[in-house]
């Protein structure tokens, strides 16, 4: 008998002796079936297995992407370039006067927020789905006791991995090139944080509602990613647009995020965050509640669509 | 183990299942057998609460269907819906934290889940890297990470290749030996009669008959079946109803049903004058009980009306039955 050895011995496969408790259950106190454990025990769910489920799936979505490699140079690469390129642009633009310091440190949010958690939050969480929708995954996941709202969160917690460690690049590169990190660092944590959560959750709503392959993610990234960027002043400063964009930037999330961030690299008045900020972070706020809680409400219903063998 | 009692279910407005009631025993090994369209893969769902039935009730250990009871039941679905960038060992990992498997436990048993289907070697290998026959074991050794009570795999041969099948099979045997509860589907009637304890036979959402092969053979009023290969199937045809033979055509072949068991040479007096090619006399087996019954009783008819016979030619059914 090799392993966790049970009540019961037996042979499986090819001679060998092992799965010793097949057929029985693994609690002496437990008669109903229960999310404790494996099969048997209590009857109560409990915050372990979100934990632990989310947890697994998290870190299976790294193994694949560690794995594929590729991926995660193309993460790396892409925000260093974005910042570079608008740090660039604005130093030597002619349309504003600027030290290499301030262009970099008004480059940092649009590059980070604007652009790189977009495509890396929002585009991964959707691939993810359709990944797994396109090798078929989901469905043997629909046949385990795996909970949306553990899939969610371990869908959030890749994406917070990566969108850090892109904040990290964008940081150290933006202070590589004279524009250290500036203002209230856990309020500027808290704007990623945000930002990360409204990505992903608007993602798993698209990948789970919307995308059906491969195909349909660079479809719906387009459609709905590049106006909203473009309306957040990830690419054209917000300042240079006209004032009915403005009326419609301001329904944009992306303006927000851009536009809490830059606040929060040092805009205080004397009396600690301006009302500006605050009024940014409270949309950003709202949003990412009403994204997570669409995500999950998303994942729910194409669990319920979707789920057969 | 299992209880699944006059359960019925329409999908839009097709009935898919229609009174159904199966009662698996404990260590059993049942096959539910039907063409494609029978009902067996949402008969899977409804046991797994991927789907409600219209009707009726179904129960895992005693227990109605939830979803906690899918901790109970492990899967081996008809594809191999497996991470393929992942390794072998990483996929059971995965499933094996997913289904609640204790941290201490879980790397021994990945360990023995692996070598149960003879992928110990392969533990660290890319699902990618695989043949079709490994995935497949590799599906039968994640449906039994968890320790679960009940196994269902769900056309597991489907697909494979010979040797792979016999590899599944031998798997199957051996969780038949060791008492293990198990509901497998197919439309392979060699695989259902070398596997099965009990065997069902389902078709349009209705379970025709059930039990054991020997059980199953009382459909069929014969000793053994006769092939005969002739140029004159007419005359065959006509001695044989004489000679109070049944007459059937079975994939296109003249079958003779011998009420009892007959030496070569005495059925060959039977047919002397009637140029015959060939002849092979089999045991009744689970082929000819599923043609008897599937193209006879959906919708019900009497026994022996609207026979398995394909040819026009040929006298649908034994006058002395």
């Known amino acids: 008998m090799t392993g966790d050895s049970g009540r019961d011995g037996r042979v499986l496969g090819y001679g060998r002796t092992i799965t010793p408790a097949l057929a029985s259950g693994c609690h002496a106190d437990c008669q109903e079936p229960c999310l404790r454990t494996n099969n048997c025990g209590g009857v109560k769910p409990d915050l372990m297995k979100y934990g632990r489920e989310t947890l697994a799936i998290a870190q299976r979505i790294l193994i694949e992407l560690v794995r594929r490699r590729r991926s995660l140079i193309f993460w790396t690469i892409f925000p260093i370039l974005i910042l ?195 009024s940014h972070v409270q949309f950003l706020l709202g949003f990412a509640v009403v994204a997570v809680a669409g995500g999950w409400l998303a994942y729910r219903r194409m669990v319920r669509v979707e789920r057969r063998l | 183990m299992l209880s699944i009692q006059h359960v019925s279910k329409r999908l839009g407005n097709r009935p898919v299942l229609q009174d159904l009631s199966i009662h698996i025993h404990t260590g ?126 769900d056309e597991p041969t489907t697909g494979l290749d010979v040797e792979a099948r016999y590899e599944i099979w031998e798997l199957i045997r051996q969780l038949k030996h060791q008492g293990i509860t198990t509901l497998f589907t197919t439309h392979l009637l060699e695989e259902a009669e070398r596997l099965c304890h009990r065997i069902g036979l389902l078709k349009q959402g209705r379970l025709l008959t059930e039990g054991s092969l020997a059980d199953l053979q009382q459909h069929i009023a014969a000793e053994e079946i006769l092939v005969l290969e002739t140029d004159d199937e007419e005359r065959a045809i006509a001695r044989a109803i004489k000679l109070g033979y049944t007459c059937r055509y079975y994939g296109g072949d003249l079958a003779l049903w011998l009420p009892e068991r007959q030496e070569l040479q005495t059925i060959l007096q039977n047919f002397d004058g009637i140029p015959i090619r060939s002849i092979s006399r089999q045991p009744v087996r689970l082929e000819h009980i599923y043609m008897e019954l599937t193209q006879q009783r959906v919708p019900p008819t009497p026994a022996f009306e609207g026979t398995a016979l394909q040819s026009a030619n040929l006298p649908p059914f034994n006058p002395h039955h």
């Open chain 1, 84 to 278: 570079l390129l608008n740090g660039y642009l604005l130093t030597e633009s002619d349309f504003v006067d600027l030290t290499q310091a301030e262009a970099y440190r008004i480059a940092v949010p649009t590059s980070l927020v604007g652009a790189a958690l977009f495509f890396s939050c929002l585009g991964g969480s959707v691939s993810t789905i359709v990944a797994e929708r396109e090798q078929r995954t989901l469905r043997r996941l629909f046949i385990s006791p795996v909970s949306g709202l553990s899939y969610f969160f371990g869908v959030f917690l890749v994406h917070t991995y990566i969108g850090l460690g892109q904040a990290l690049l964008i940081y150290t590169t933006a202070a590589v090139m004279g524009a250290p990190p500036e203002g209230a660092l856990w309020l500027a944590l808290l704007i990623i944080l945000l930002s990360i959560a409204s990505y992903v959750g608007v993602g798993l709503i698209l990948g789970t509602q919307f995308a059906q392959r491969t195909e349909d993610v660079n479809a719906l990234v387009a459609t709905f990613g590049v106006p909203l960027l473009i309306l957040g002043g990830a690419f054209v400063p917000s300042n240079l647009l006209p004032e009915r964009l403005l009326l419609l930037a301001a329904l944009n999330p992306i303006y927000h995020m851009v536009e809490a961030l830059t606040l929060a690299a040092g805009n205080f008045d004397e009396t600690g965050l301006s009302t500006e900020l605050v």
């Open chain 2, 28 to 153: 059993e090994v049942y096959g539910l057998l039907g063409p494609n369209g029978a009902g067996k893969t949402t008969t899977i769902n409804l046991i797994c609460n991927l789907l409600q039935p219209d009707s009726g009730t179904i129960a895992v250990n005693g227990q109605p269907v939830t979803d906690a009871t899918c901790h109970w039941v492990g899967i081996v679905p008809q594809e191999n819906l497996l991470y393929r960038s992942l390794t072998c060992a990483e996929n059971l990992s995965f499933f094996a934290r997913i289904y609640g498997v204790p941290r201490r436990q879980r790397a021994a048993r990945v360990a023995q889940c692996l070598q149960a289907v003879n992928l110990l070697d392969r533990a660290n290998a890319r699902v990618e890297t695989l043949s079709g026959g490994m995935q497949r074991r590799l599906s039968m050794a994640i449906a039994l990470v968890h320790q679960p009570k009940l196994i269902i795999l």
